[in-house]
């Protein structure tokens, strides 16, 4: 098959290093050269990374400790991972170890594209003009194409990150292994705000809210928290999808370009890779109807999973303030839960009310304040089922 790759992030190049040897690969891309934009955090399961094949060569680090609490001074809940590490993956590093395993016929850096119709035709910046028996629309959280040629709509907030050093943090969170996540309406009326060590005293210190405040929520924490940048970046985070189409004719959609996404763990790296891997799958046992067949089993289990992350993220975006007030209930105390797996939230939770039964009773009386935005726990369960 003719592929034309629009997107040179994760999910198509993983791609086109899962059929290497079995498609002509040509990738569009409107930066010049791999990595760009540089945006996400890049926490991810570390069972889930080697299970994937990432390389370990772009690991830039390892968690094994994660603390959610209001704010950096008091203890919250510490929650110990003890089969799978936390492990932050080199974005840009792992673009280019892809691109390097993956074989491409044709590459064009630098080029936009503009248009794609049903037919597998792509038009681009600078008159670039081709056409595919296949398209796979990777353009991440931009949500263009995949919204003009496939009708999806994607719910996104704005994220900032920054890269810098901090001895303020440094001489409080002591340990290059250790997350701290913030739940605080000072720092984030919408998502929590994460502190995430990357060794020898620098930290990636990131914030989410809408886009007319995040900058200003974004001063805030540099200031307080003392940090010298060294880079800041950022771009829309995927919270979920209101309306999604996997496929269409000769149009496919991969990653955040789907609405599949992990938004409460960051982990949007992999569920797009594990939308590739199902789209080779397809692509390897047949060349026929290949978007209704991938939509089919996007609709399945990873489909289901997804709705509910959808549910999930939606509820917590509304309801930061009660989770801040919850939280509360249990600072200055020695909450610690041992959890298997970073990306098992439902554990957790059971885990840390076997833990602790008190912590069930003191929060359970907010129970009546949450506000389900527009959800009903029917739809939870059905999106389950």
Request: hydrophobic share 40%; aromatic share 8%; with cysteine.
């Amino acid at each position: 098959m003719k592929i034309g790759l629009i997107g040179a992030g994760p999910s198509n190049l993983f791609l086109a290093w899962l059929l290497r040897n079995e498609a002509d690969f040509h990738l569009i891309e409107e930066d010049k050269r791999l990595g760009l934009p540089l945006h996400c955090t890049g926490l991810v399961s570390e069972r889930m990374a080697i299970a994937l094949g990432i390389s370990r060569r772009v690991f830039d680090n390892y968690y094994d400790k994660l603390t959610v609490t209001t704010n950096p001074y008091s203890s919250g809940v510490l929650l110990r991972f003890t089969n799978s590490r936390v492990t932050m993956l080199n974005r840009p590093g792992l673009e280019e170890y892809l691109y390097g395993e993956a074989s491409l016929k044709m590459e064009h850096m630098g080029v936009r594209a503009i248009d794609v119709n049903h037919k597998g035709v792509v038009k681009g910046s600078g008159g670039f003009e081709d056409s595919f028996d296949l398209v796979v629309i990777g353009e991440g959280a931009r949500n263009v194409l995949s919204r003009r040629v496939l009708g999806n709509r994607l719910v996104t907030v704005s994220g900032i990150q920054v890269d810098g050093y901090s001895p303020y943090l440094r001489n409080m969170v002591n340990d290059d292994h250790h997350i701290i996540v913030l739940f605080n309406e000072g720092y984030s009326s919408r998502f929590f705000t994460w502190i995430v060590p990357k060794g020898n005293g620098e930290f990636r210190i990131g914030v989410v809210d809408d886009t007319n405040v995040v900058g200003l929520r974004f001063r805030r924490i540099i200031n307080q928290f003392r940090v010298t940048p060294r880079r800041v970046f950022g771009g829309r985070i995927v919270l979920g999808s209101l309306n999604v189409n996997y496929g269409y004719k000769s149009v496919v959609a991969v990653g955040d370009s789907t609405g599949v996404t992990k938004a409460l763990t960051g982990g949007g790296i992999i569920t797009g890779m594990l939308t590739s891997l199902i789209l080779a799958r397809v692509i390897h046992e047949s060349d026929t109807n290949v978007p209704e067949r991938y939509s089919s089993m996007l609709n399945g289990t990873l489909g289901r999973l997804a709705k509910v992350y959808s549910i999930l993220s939606s509820i917590l975006y509304n309801n930061i303030k009660l989770i801040e007030m919850a939280l509360r209930e249990v600072n200055g105390s020695h909450v610690e839960v041992k959890v298997p797996d970073y990306d098992n939230h439902m554990d957790a939770l059971i885990r840390l009310l076997m833990t602790n039964p008190k912590i069930g009773l003191k929060v359970i009386k907010y129970a009546p304040l949450i506000n389900m935005g527009g959800f009903t726990l029917r739809d939870v369960i059905s999106a389950l089922l």
